[in-house]
């Protein structure tokens, strides 16, 4: 089966979130499953630097009102078609914001290009090679399908993947023109929202197929809480939704093998994780004892409920415990963590930035890792936690739900608990789970088995790219 995925970044070339790593990792599991995946996505700079020898397959000298090619290359063991279109993509800054961190004015039609240009190759455009079905991600890709509906082309099976349904891509009706679509696609059965233009609504109506990256998320978009304005729409879809968990790539994440990890592990040999929590408090300044150290890796935002961490640090620290935090975001979360850190040297340190080969070290060194999501579709980190022994610590909604089983009591009696839930999302919620926590951690004996479980745990892609394929197939099946 041949299948064509179109994401607005592809790990490892372009990243700003979980969008990434999963674009980048199903297709290379699918394989396994008998399905060839060609990722279309955006010839940003950061692309464009590091492929080798593309090769011109199909050029568009007027796609929405600039030439574009698409460029064929293998990458990393990624099949990839790179949209090389410098007018939209050739600029400063990140794929969606500028240097000042403002979201470009023209998105739409950067992401509008990427769309029209994946339903031309669905529709046979580019020579040599034509997909069984389309696979979207997110709002950057969703209008493909409603491209594929409007347009005078053979239409193919597609699927949609709702990786945060938080992010939608609505724009005003001014621009609906520009997308060059009939008239009569204005309409709420596909792409009008109350007025305007919303690209993710567009795609839920048109796609065959919708899913989500975890299957309480699948059900929490259904309600006004988490639907985000769009849980009518999904409702009227829901005989076509599936919640299919995300994996994660087991080889990047190993800690056995990891080459930023200072000593390497596994299951029976988590003593030689020391050496890697020493490094953890050489580089945050920590005083090097025996507390116990959580971390945060996180967009600081309101969504990761990053307010709440920085609310209760000082209670962490007055506890026994250590705080250590990687992350960027909102600028007033970003400094009341800093200010936390300089109300307690050597015990809270915190790093602001991305930083890729530190978040994989303290997986490796750190105790436990805190996710106070309020809502989550997915979450990654959680399970890079499991793979690397580094307790989880999650709030109960989304996928953190689905991947973390809580240590209560019946869990741990059955040796089957992997870290520990909390609900609601508030200082209180969060504090009591921290406290239960650090009593897990006086015993060392509990403590290991936590560890060990979470470590057993099935965190590839197998399963999930497995549903993925039995997906592909039933709708190809069906000749939708």
């Known amino acids: ?166 992010f939608q891509g609505q724009f005003g009706s001014e621009i609906f023109p520009g997308l060059r679509l009939p008239a009569h696609a204005f309409a709420t059965e596909s792409i009008e929202y109350y007025g305007t233009v919303g690209f993710l609504k567009g795609g839920l109506k048109t796609a065959h197929a919708i899913t989500t990256v975890s299957p309480t998320y699948a059900d929490e978009i259904l309600t006004s809480e988490f639907g985000m304005g769009l849980e009518g729409v999904i409702a009227s879809r829901i005989d076509n939704l599936h919640g299919i968990v995300n994996g994660i790539d087991t080889d990047v994440w190993n800690p056995a093998t990891d080459p930023v990890v200072h000593t390497h592990y596994g299951p029976t040999t988590l003593k030689n994780r020391e050496e890697n929590r020493r490094s953890i408090a050489e580089f945050f300044h920590l005083d090097n004892d025996d507390a116990p150290i959580f971390c945060v890796i996180s967009r600081l935002t309101w969504q990761k409920g990053m307010d709440i961490v920085a609310n209760v640090a000082d209670e962490i620290v007055a506890m026994g415990g250590k705080l250590v935090v990687l992350g960027s975001g909102e600028a007033a979360l970003e400094g009341a963590l800093l200010a936390s850190a300089s109300r307690h040297p050597g015990r809270i340190g915190v790093s602001i930035g991305y930083n890729e080969p530190m978040s994989h070290l303290m997986q490796a060194g750190c105790d436990a890792i805190i996710i106070p999501s309020r809502f989550e579709p997915c979450g990654l980190t959680q399970l890079y936690g499991l793979r690397y022994g580094c307790v989880p610590i999650v709030a109960r909604t989304g996928g953190l739900n689905d991947t973390v089983i809580d240590a209560n009591h019946a869990a741990l009696a059955a040796k089957v608990a992997t870290g520990i839930q909390f609900a609601p999302v508030t200082e209180t919620g969060m504090l009591q789970a921290i406290r239960r926590a650090m009593h897990f951690y006086q015993d060392r004996k509990l403590w290991t088995q936590l560890q060990k479980q979470g470590m057993k745990s099935d965190v590839s892609w197998e399963k999930s790219a497995e549903r993925y394929a039995a997906l592909y197939s039933s709708l190809v099946s069906k000749g939708m």
């Open 1 to 166: 089966m041949k299948v064509l995925s179109v994401s607005s970044e592809v790990f490892p070339l372009i990243k700003t979130g979980g969008l990434a790593d999963v674009s980048g990792a199903l297709p290379i599991t699918l394989k396994a499953f008998g399905v060839e995946t060609k990722t279309l996505l955006p010839g940003y700079p950061a692309v464009m630097k590091v492929i080798r020898n593309p090769v011109a397959r199909l050029e568009f000298a007027d796609l929405l009102g600039e030439r574009a090619t698409v460029l064929e290359v293998e990458h990393e063991g990624l099949d990839l078609l790179i949209l090389d279109a410098p007018a939209y993509y050739d600029r400063p800054g990140g794929p969606y914001l500028d240097p000042l961190g403002k979201d470009y004015p023209d998105n739409w039609r950067r992401f509008a290009a990427l769309s029209l240009a994946a339903s031309e190759i669905a529709a046979g455009l580019m020579p040599g090679w034509r997909p069984d079905l389309v696979h979207t991600h997110d709002w950057q890709a969703a209008l493909t399908s409603v491209y594929m509906r409007y347009y005078p082309t053979p239409e193919l099976p597609s699927v949609l993947t709702i990786h945060n349904i938080a």
